[in-house]
Nanobody
Framework: QGQLVESGGGLVQAGGSLSLSCAVS????????MGWYRQAPGKQRELVAA???????NYADSVNGRFTISRDNAKRTMYLQMNSLKVEDTAVYYC?????????WGQGTQVTVSS
């Protein structure tokens, strides 16, 4: 088992940047592909970026070139650097394994991008 805690969200103007962190307890971090997800109001939760234990990454088309996912295996922490933010990036952001597991969903962190 493990626990994931997201942090770093906030309010930013369009074009700005934010950095999110996901602290992971337990053994899941070192052996699992991990992902950042988001859920906007009235929409389904979607995967925006994923990273393997070895550091290979992939991104949703909507964030490719603007977001960067990374991980520090020693610190059991995953990061999401978000640049050139758009209003449509407004959502609650979550971290989880990829594919996700219900038991690992946390509170998420709110990202609000104003125009």
């Amino acid at each position: 088992q493990g626990q994931l805690v997201e942090s770093g969200g906030g309010l930013v103007q369009a074009g700005g940047s934010l950095s999110l962190s996901c602290a992971v307890s337990g053994s899941i971090f070192s052996i699992n592909r991990m992902g950042w997800y988001r859920q906007a109001p009235g929409k389904q939760r979607e995967l925006v970026a994923a990273i393997t234990p070895g550091g290979s990454t992939n991104y949703a088309d909507s964030v490719n070139g603007r977001f960067t996912i990374s991980r520090d295996n020693a610190k059991r922490t995953m990061y999401l650097q978000m640049n050139s933010l758009k209003v449509e990036d407004t959502a609650v952001y979550y971290c989880n394994t990829e594919p996700s597991r219900a038991t690992y969903w946390g509170q998420g962190t709110q990202v609000t991008v104003s125009s």
